[in-house]
């Protein structure tokens, strides 16, 4: 049996790695709430983030925290470029192209990153990694305390954007009716790609928290976005509050599941939730119905 308090302290730093989860979840679901399509690239351009962020340690001493700042605008571009010169044309406005485009995508991403760093993985030796705060009579680990203050802070951030600035009414009016939203003016083409940049950005966010107790190696991305995709099933495609809520969820099973089945077994608890939610409320916490 297991103390209360290991049992809360697994409870918290589920939360915290939660976070950063539905982080990771937010790009794939704000794509699916705009674009109505599956972005299979997600894992690979997380992978890319990941390495970015290695590279700049690597070549810079840039801190993972303080590489937030040129990365995200760089990953924010990268994925506007993506969209609007690549998947866009590639697609021809069908949606089953822009789903073999982004799987191609994935392919083409995943191999480069192979070729250029081989398979080896790469970890930071950040002087932080280990650190724990005292909170009470909870160990807490610090970076993951950093990461919950920074997922959550991008989350509302970005709830900000879509409910009080033009570019959010923009993004809101192409989900719900992109034709309408053309008609009135509406730069369709230009507001999927400003929402693919989005997604890419919260990668990069989420990247520059991982690195200090995650390790990268070029499949690593495939991992965090199965555990994305439980999530926004969980949450409801193309909901934020659900993606979070879901993310901190997923968090907290993950946790305990580690703690009392071993770590090579913590994730089965993630994907029976995602087999009950798909059989027993499809459309997720927050989802509508079609």
Not at 61 to 89: C, E, K, M, N, S
Request: charged share 10%; with cysteine.
């Amino acid at each position: 049996m297991y103390s209360p308090a290991i049992i809360a302290e697994a409870v918290v730093n589920g939360l915290m790695t939660g976070a950063v989860y539905a982080l990771i979840a937010l790009g794939l679901t704000l794509v699916y709430g705009v674009l109505h399509i599956i972005n299979f690239a997600h894992g690979a351009l997380l992978t890319a983030a990941m390495f970015a962020v290695w590279l700049v340690y690597e070549a810079l001493g840039l801190d993972p925290y303080l590489a937030i700042l040129p990365l995200t605008p760089l990953f924010f571009g990268l994925g506007y470029a993506v969209q609007r010169f690549v998947i866009g044309p590639a697609s021809h406005g069908n949606d089953s192209n822009i789903l073999l485009v982004t799987l191609g995508l994935s392919i083409v991403i995943e191999n480069a990153l192979l070729a250029g760093f081989r398979s080896d993985t790469r970890t930071l030796n950040t002087d932080y990694g280990f650190q724990v705060v005292e909170f009470g009579p909870l160990l807490l680990s610090k970076p993951r305390l950093i990461g919950f203050g920074a997922a959550i802070l991008v989350t509302v951030l970005l709830w900000l954007l879509l409910s009080r600035t033009d570019t959010g009414k923009a993004i809101r009016a192409v989900a719900k009716e992109k034709f309408g939203a053309s008609l009135v003016g509406i730069d369709v083409a230009h507001v999927y790609a400003v929402t693919f940049g989005l997604g890419c950005a919260c990668l990069a966010v989420a990247a520059c928290l991982l690195m200090p107790t995650f390790y990268v190696n070029p499949r690593i991305g495939q991992a965090f976005v199965l555990v994305a995709f439980t999530i926004v099933v969980l949450g409801g495609m193309g909901s934020i509050p659900g993606a979070l809520l879901g993310g901190l969820f997923i968090g907290f099973v993950e946790s305990l599941c580690g703690l009392f089945l071993g770590d090579s077994l913590g994730q089965i608890g993630i994907f029976l939730i995602f087999i009950l939610v798909l059989l027993v409320r499809p459309t997720g916490m927050f989802g509508a119905k079609a």
